[in-house]
């Protein structure tokens, strides 16, 4: 004979590897998130320190030729905000709850619809728009001192903003599924108070808290 409790059936195990499972896949979709919001911070604010764009203008004679210099925070300011933005969200994901995450992902993916419109914007630009936007925003400089432009300095910024769609795409889809700082503590407070619960709204709550847990709810 098997003795109460000692044998929780196959059902059981593939309640807990089930449980365990789930727990984990969420997990790494939180992990996922706060790397790819990371990234796409470090990315957008290392891009908008790089110059863009450097361009020789010609002045009238005698005057020596100069030129002028674009950085990315200047060429596209939102680079910058889009930036901080990812790198603020990092806190509110993890503080968050599910409401809170998706206003969270639903802001990171406006401002960074908003960036990539001005990224095209500028990639898009003539000749002569970029040299109407360097002489009126950009820095003058000799032609000995001029410095280089970043070859990787737009596509990186490109890249910042890809990433941060990627993380409020996962935000606004799964932010239900993804866990909560704290929550293991809160379960477990929950766990203890509950057990001589007779209120069957609260044992249903249990039941189902212990199912996400990969517990056996009979035990």
């Known amino acids: ?22 727990s984990g896949s969420s997990k790494s979709a939180l992990g996922s998130v706060v ?10 604010l290392w891009s908008s320190s790089l110059v863009w764009d450097a361009r020789q203008v010609a002045r009238a004679a005698p005057l020596p030729p100069v030129v002028y210099s674009i950085a990315g925070s200047t060429a596209v300011p939102m680079t ?5 933005v990812a790198l603020a969200a990092v806190v509110a994901v ?3 709850g599910t409401l809170g995450r998706r206003i969270v992902g639903g ?6 619809i908003w960036t990539l419109v001005q990224l095209v914007g500028w990639s898009g630009a003539s ?14 400089h000799g032609i000995g001192s001029a410095p280089q432009t970043g070859a990787l300095a737009v596509p990186i910024g490109y890249a910042g ?7 409020a795409a996962v935000l606004l889809v799964r932010a239900g599924a993804l866990p909560r700082m704290g929550s293991k503590y809160e379960r477990g407070t929950a766990r203890t108070a509950r057990p001589g619960s007779t209120d069957p709204a609260a044992q249903d709550r249990d039941m189902w808290s212990r199912l996400d847990r990969g517990e056996d709810p009979t035990d």
């Open 1 to 22: 004979m098997t003795a109460a409790g000692g044998d929780r059936g196959p059902s059981a195990a593939r309640g807990e590897v089930g449980g365990a499972t789930r």
């Open 35 to 44: 790397l790819l919001l990371v990234a796409a911070g470090a990315a957008l």
């Open 80 to 84: 910058v905000a889009l930036g901080l």
């Open 94 to 96: 993890l503080a968050a």
């Open 107 to 112: 802001a990171v993916a406006a401002v960074s």
């Open 127 to 140: 000749p002569a728009q970029r040299i109407a936007v360097l002489q009126d925003d950009g820095i003058k």
């Open 161 to 167: 903003v890809l990433l941060a769609l990627a993380a």
